[in-house]
T-cell receptor, first 116, second 110 residues
């Protein structure tokens, strides 16, 4: 079974530039998550989708970050304009939904963003 | 108080040693608990779930104390391949969201 795919794997930009990340979840997984992991920290949830609807975006800095999952499959996360503190690894994860039982989240390899 | 707190580490142990990691969580409504493993510059992967009765998977034993809001992971007979960061993870009741601790880095030395 193919895992969660993300691209690009690495990105270096200057502050105030824009950047976009792409994620393709595991086939059949209804729920998709974007996390931000700053060096030395655990992943922090930015946004959660179920199919093409947003379940929770309470920790997404909406003045500069946006995300979409238009057809309920792949997703893009955009930062515009980027700040130095956005330097981090952006992880995408997906899971099945089966009632109210928690299902394991599978993570992609991440996109390592450096903002100069 | 942070939602999920872990031993700061790093832990440097010789091969064959037993090492224990501790974690506390602040949300008493938390429902599910996990340990994830993250290798250097890799994505997190589920190591094991943590059940109230405690559970064991080979050399790994996880314990949960709901009254104290405390989770532990014990690794026996450490191997070089156990070197990684171990993340304590909590899932709130009625939610699919995970809250991660900062992680504890383990280095197993020959």
């Amino acid at each position: 079974e193919a895992g969660v795919a993300q691209s690009p794997r690495y990105k270096i930009i200057e502050k105030r530039q824009s950047v976009a990340f792409w994620c393709n979840p595991i086939s059949g997984h209804a729920t998709l998550y974007w996390y931000q992991q700053i060096l030395g920290q655990g992943p922090k949830l930015l946004i959660q989708f179920q199919n093409n609807g947003v379940v929770d975006d309470s920790q997404l800095p909406k003045d500069r970050f946006s995300a979409e999952r238009l057809k309920g499959v792949d997703s893009t996360l955009k930062i515009q304009p980027a700040k130095l503190e956005d330097s981090a690894v952006y992880l995408c994860a997906s899971s099945k939904i089966e009632g109210t039982v928690y299902n394991e989240q599978f993570f992609g390899p991440g996109t390592r963003l450096t903002v100069l | 108080r942070k939602e999920v707190e872990q031993d700061p580490g790093p832990f440097n142990v010789p091969e064959g040693a037993t090492v224990a990691f501790n974690c506390t969580y602040s949300n008493s409504a938390s429902q599910s608990f996990f340990w994830y493993r993250q290798d250097c510059r890799k994505e997190p992967k589920l190591l094991m779930s943590v059940y109230s009765s405690g559970n064991e998977d080979g050399r790994f034993t996880a314990q949960l104390n709901r009254a104290s809001q405390y989770i532990s992971l014990l690794i026996r007979d450490s191997k070089l391949s156990d070197s990684a960061t171990y993340l304590c993870v909590v899932n709130a009741a009625g939610s699919y969201q995970l809250t991660f601790g900062k992680g504890t880095k383990l280095s197993v030395i020959p």
